[in-house]
């Protein structure tokens, strides 16, 4: 079973169009983070936000904000007035306590975005 | 600010060669993965190291495959007798004490098996 999905495969929009990337989790732990990387062209994990399961306050940091609803299970990332340079592949991603006391990080599919100048 | 680097970026080898793909962690930090994504898949977890000995392996983490930390700062990923299915990205992540799921990642080294 999929412990992350991300239901959208690809989205494209035109530039200064917002982007919302969905994702879902899958956990039984109580203790667990989320997060969300970029991928851009070039191949690297660019690390964008992370949130612990206890909290569920949303926030803004410059053009990305994040809505995190424990309720449904969702962890969804918003990139207000898309650029160019936003064109990437992004991964949601959960980490989740091990029976070794390490930590293990599931990511989902990927979303590509593709922002059209 | 500190960082994970992976050696070598991109190296292309013949299938049945042995493969050494080399990181060094973050100083400080104890406990060291192994991910690889296959070209427009998602990313998936091979091992994780601490205390000198595996943790935890996935399936994909079969007996062609180790791991070791020979000096005390590589960390090293071989692949014994690469197949093709190998061509991947492989990337390095580690993780300090207490910074509970928060992996930090190298840029990844490409390798293509002909």
């Known amino acids: 079973a999929q412990k992350v999905t991300q239901a959208q495969t690809e989205i494209s929009v035109v530039e200064k169009e917002d982007v919302t990337l969905d994702c879902v989790y899958e956990t039984r732990d109580t203790t667990y983070y989320l997060f969300w990387y970029k991928q851009p062209p070039s191949g690297e994990l660019v690390f964008l936000i992370r949130?612990?399961?206890?909290?569920?306050q949303n926030e803004i940091s410059g053009r990305y904000s994040w809505n995190f609803q424990k309720s449904t299970s969702s962890f969804n990332f918003t990139i207000t007035a898309s650029q160019v340079v936003d064109s990437a592949v992004y991964f949601c991603a959960l980490s989740e306590a091990q029976i070794s006391n390490d930590y293990k990080l599931s990511f989902g599919a990927g979303t590509t975005v593709t922002v059209r100048a | 600010e500190p960082e994970v680097t992976q050696t070598p970026s991109h190296q292309v080898t013949q299938m049945g060669q042995e493969v050494i793909l080399r990181c060094v962690p973050i100083s400080n930090h104890l406990y060291f993965y192994w991910y690889r994504q296959i070209l427009g898949q998602k990313v998936e977890f091979l091992v994780s190291f601490y205390n000198n000995e595996i943790s935890e392996k996935s399936e994909i983490f079969d007996d062609q495959f180790s791991v070791e930390r020979p000096d005390g700062s590589n960390f090293t990923l071989k692949i014994r007798s690469t197949k093709l299915e190998d061509s991947a990205m492989y990337f390095c992540?580690?993780?300090?004490?207490?910074?509970?799921?928060?992996?930090?990642f190298g840029e990844g080294s490409r390798l293509t098996v002909l």
């Open positions: 992540a580690s993780r300090g004490q207490g910074m509970a799921g928060e992996l930090f």
């Open positions: 949130r612990n399961s206890f909290d569920e």
